[in-house]
C-alpha cells in the first residue's frame, strides 16, 4: 500500500474515531440538538486528533504523526 493511501486512512480513522466518541458522548451529557451535536463533535474531533503526513527523509518517504499532546513529530 503506498504511504498516501496509508496516511488518508490513518487520518480518517483518528478523526471518525474521536469524532463517534464525542458525539456518543455528548448527547449523553447534553440535551440539545442532533446537528449542534454533529457540529460540536466535528470542530472538537478535528481539534485533538492526530495529524499524519508524509515527507521524504534521505530520500524515502516516511509517515509522520502530529499530534498536539505529543512534542514535535514523530516518524512511523
Do not use: C
Not at 493511501?5 to 456518543?24: D, M, Q, T
Not at 440538538?33 to 486528533?49: E, K, T
Amino acid at each position: 500500500m503506498k504511504p498516501k493511501h496509508k496516511v488518508l486512512i490513518y487520518n480518517f480513522l483518528g478523526f471518525a474515531s474521536l469524532f463517534v466518541l464525542f458525539r456518543f458522548g455528548l448527547q449523553v451529557l447534553l440535551t440539545i440538538d442532533s446537528f449542534y451535536l454533529a457540529v460540536i463533535s466535528a470542530i472538537a474531533a478535528s481539534f485533538l486528533a492526530p495529524k499524519f503526513a508524509i515527507t521524504k527523509i534521505d530520500g524515502i518517504e516516511k509517515i509522520v504523526m502530529k499530534w498536539i499532546f505529543v512534542k514535535g513529530f514523530k516518524i512511523l
